[in-house]
């Protein structure tokens, strides 16, 4: 693999990690299934990209492309918490909105952003890493974002969302409302996609309107990936392993690619990351499974003499 | 302190499933009463406290906490004045979460909660480290735990603490021991009544041992199809004994209790 398409492939994969972090937010920490994401991807993208032809300021384009994701997730949390739509459709009735306004947002098809200045341009000359410079930008934006994660989910708000989306009942009970807990979370969820997308656009030089399709299920093989490889349970490991599951499933792409492995061509890559998913979902499931059969036998075997069980 | 006028639910309406479940409760309780509910599967006993902590809305009546009527009030804002252990012990704590964060959660029940660290600083910490500690059970040295890896027992006692961890006019115990083995249900039971007898907790607990129901608190209610049957308090309450309960119970409905449960635990 050269060094171009390794570079690629980790830009990519720093890329796709902050997908990686929205999903979990939605699908992990609040239990929503959300497929908004297919359309908030490209929104921030839009959103970006108009924003940036019209002159702004790349910084300031960016953040109205998170902020724009983060209103689509708004939507889509409207929409199950007050009119009571099932979040499963809630979230694909706003993924295919999204799709003509994006169009409306854009106002054709796609925007090229070649030769305009972009969040990279001023790094370019500042760091001088060549073809490393987007990835060195990149990997501090995805850092910077998993440890605001992090923080968020253990001040008081982030507690009562992860209450809120395991345990409805007793999160109610201590006052939190789940409603608000819901908005708050597909909001924030969605803005780190839109963020995700509007970055993208940005490295890739382009916004299109069809660049968001399959950005779930992306964002999910990074996430199970993750979670097969460093566990689910603290959050700080959870947030590691989406950045590293999204750089390495960008890694196992680019190396399918390469190498020509079963004739695999670019127009195969959504067939290909849909097998990985439903794998790795099996593969977790089976393993989980197994776990909770071993558990109790070794925790009986090795465990000392348990202080007062009650 | 808690008023139940005329309240009356029923499950289903309108279809051939429609269930009456409260058919008329009239209840007051004073500040600083426990009070232990009683009756047969299917009396309203944990309709009337769902109907108190608000999940289950009342079709006709009202409800009064502390001279807040809170009758179209949701389950998260009578929350500030309710605490809650539930008979699953699953239920009322977060199992991903670990037993500090679980008590952390509780501490900020009924205020306005923020972007500030959920834990608190070293000495908030300590403090509910300390009161951890007085459950007998252990936690204390198990405060990093998830709430999922502590035993039923455990995690009843966790969720009693966090129900009364702060000031509040009404606890409710659903059954909190009916899931638990005899040893465990007696531990708990024993420190309930130690923190509600410690702080004067208004308290609304269901059992369906009627052993329990004259033994914990200080007024028996007995429910059946809907409503009140009997209410015992005051100084007449110490000379009753189960089988005065199951005489009065067949005098007052014409029917004996069938159901062994009640009458054996």
Redesign the interface.
Known sequence: MSALAISGALEAGLLFSLVALGVYLSFRVLNFPDLTVDGSFPLGAAATAVAIVNGMNPFLATVVGMFAGGAAGLVSGILNVRFRILNLLAGILTMVALYSINLRVMGRPNISLYGETTIFTPFETLLDFGIWTNCVVLLVIALAMKFLVDWFLSTQIGLALRASGENPVMARAQSVGNARMTMIGITLSNALVGLAGSLFAQSQGVADVSMGIGTIVTGLAALIIGETLLGSIKVAWATLGCLIGAVLYRFFIAAALNAGFLGIEAQDLNLVTAVVVAVAVVLSQARRNSRFRLWPALRRAFAAPQPQKG | MLSVCDAYVTFNPGTPLAVPALRGVDLDIEAGEFVTVIGTNGAGKSTLLSAV?G?VRLDRGGIYIDGHDVTAW????R??M?G?V?QEP????????TVE?NL???A???GR???????GRGSQRRRLADQVARLG??LE?RLGA?AGTL?G??RQ?LSLL?ATLLPMKILILDEHTAALDP??AA??LDLSAEITGEQRLTTLMVTHSMRNSLDFGTRTIMMNAGRILLDIHGDKRKDYDVPDLLDLFKKTTGSAVEDDQLVLA
């Open positions: 902590a999940d949701p389950t998260e804002q929350a500030a309710i809650r539930f699953r239920a009322g704590t977060c199992s991903s979460l964060e952390a959660l509780a900020s029940r009924g909660r923020g972007l500030r660290t959920a834990l059970m252990g040295d998830l035993s027992g455990q006692a966090m040893g465990a531990t708990v």
